[in-house]
């Protein structure tokens, strides 16, 4: 983990080492070694559904909030364990190890609390009965004995006797045997327990609030659908097929990036691939086992990861078009761009909100080259993707870069990633 000194230099460090107090240099990729209270951002996301559960970037901001704020809410923090998918930041170290959001769990959770099951509340509720009705029936064998003018060794003898037979001694075994039948009924349904009493707890509930990150979802996006030139490509889903009720269709067969020397050999879906992988701060690197693995935001990882899969690795491309520089996505901006050069000729890529996009476009690529611009046309295409239940995002490109002119950039120091 990087941090400065006050001497303004800059170390890497263990994030063990981190103390409070400490300044920490925050980059895309990075998992925040500490609490910190950020200094400085610049288009900062960071990934916090390791404490929030909430799959989408936050956007952070240096800045006070109200002390009542819930942590998800505090955008001028950033907490340990958490990662950063976008931008750049710089923070002050104000909480490390257990003193942190994340360690504050971890000691939550070594805690072994053992609530009561729903049948234990049950069997207590019944036991205190019970011996409600022992003590009334003692009082009454024992008021009936003395108003007799029975001997008191023989009525507290009698009375004794009379309570040992109320009480169901054979009741912890029953449960325990109802239990185990049910456990039984489970494991045929493909269903294993290893505690009986969560066993009691399941037959109890009645509503099941569940969070969907990480629980029904993986926290991840792949690309489905592909509308560029006025037609449709449905991909199929790596793994597996198209869903029932889903247009299906083949993916396409493109030339690699590193084969193709000028702008007009790509064709449109390749150029819309293009203009997803440059403006993009997510990083893709290949598994053991072929498949792909990223970092960063789910919806850029998963625009390198349709690119790769069709041929155009995100190496290539950046070799193909060296970037110059960068405008990083802003939610008020509601997009993010690249400026590249190919062939001696600057090309500016651009992806964010379709809405967005329209505002600043007049023209739209075509099966028969650029065309001015079909809003209507456009609009009934992401109408289509919404109704499938799909994210929509727009890409577009031109030649020249005027937009750089208006608008805050960051230059790269590389001529690729």
């Given amino acids: 983990m990087r941090f400065w000194l006050s001497g303004g230099e800059e170390y890497l460090i263990d994030s063990r080492n981190l103390v409070p107090g400490d300044i920490v240099l925050l980059d895309a990729g990075t998992r925040v070694p500490a609490d910190l209270r950020l200094l400085m951002t610049i288009a900062l996301q960071i990934d916090e559904s390791l404490l929030t559960g909430e799959s989408a970037p936050v956007v952070k901001r240096p800045g006070p909030v109200a002390p009542e704020a ?10 340990a364990g958490t990662i950063v998918t976008s931008g750049r930041g710089r923070g002050l170290a104000v909480a490390t190890g257990r003193e942190t959001e994340l360690g504050k769990i971890a000691a939550v959770s070594r805690k072994e609390v053992q609530p009561e ?142 084969q193709v020397q000028r702008v007009e050999e790509l064709s449109p879906v390749g150029l819309t691939l293009v203009a997803g992988v440059l403006p993009n701060e997510a990083r893709l690197m290949p598994t053991e086992d072929g498949a792909w693995a990223g970092l960063g935001d789910p919806t850029e990882v998963a625009l390198l ?60 690529l075509t099966a028969h080259g650029p065309a001015p611009l079909d809003r209507e046309q456009i609009l009934a295409a992401a109408s289509l993707m919404g109704r499938y239940g799909l994210r929509v995002l727009a890409l577009a490109y031109r030649i020249g870069c005027p937009l750089l002119h208006r608008v805050e950039v960051r230059y790269s120091a590389q001529a690729a990633r």
């Fill in 117 to 258: 099951t729903p049948l234990q509340r049950q069997i207590g509720q019944f036991t205190r009965a019970m011996a409600l009705v022992v003590l009334a029936t003692v009082a009454v064998i024992a008021g009936v004995g003395l108003a007799r003018g029975e001997d008191p060794l023989t009525i507290f003898t009698f009375a004794v006797a009379a309570a040992v037979s109320i009480v169901p001694e054979g009741l912890p075994i029953v449960v325990t045997i109802v239990l185990a039948v049910s456990v039984q009924r489970m494991v045929r349904r493909n269903a294993i327990i290893r505690h009986l009493p969560a066993v009691e707890t399941l037959g109890s509930t009645t509503v099941i609030g569940t969070d969907k990150t990480g629980t029904l979802t993986e926290n991840r996006m792949v690309v489905r659908a592909i509308w560029s030139a006025g037609e449709f490509l449905w991909l199929e889903p790596p793994g597996g097929t198209d869903p029932e009720g889903t247009p299906g269709g083949r993916n396409p067969s493109l030339p690699k990036a590193e």
């Fill in 305 to 364: 990861i349709a690119a790769a899969r069709l041929g155009l690795v995100e190496r290539d491309v950046c070799a193909l078009f060296p970037p110059v520089a960068e405008v990083p996505f802003e939610p008020e901006r509601r997009f993010s761009a690249a400026a590249c050069r190919c062939d001696g000729e600057l090309y500016l890529f651009v992806q964010g909100a379709p809405e967005r996009l329209l505002e600043m476009s007049r023209y739209w």
């Fill in 70 to 79: 819930p942590l998800a809410d505090r955008r001028g923090m950033a907490y």
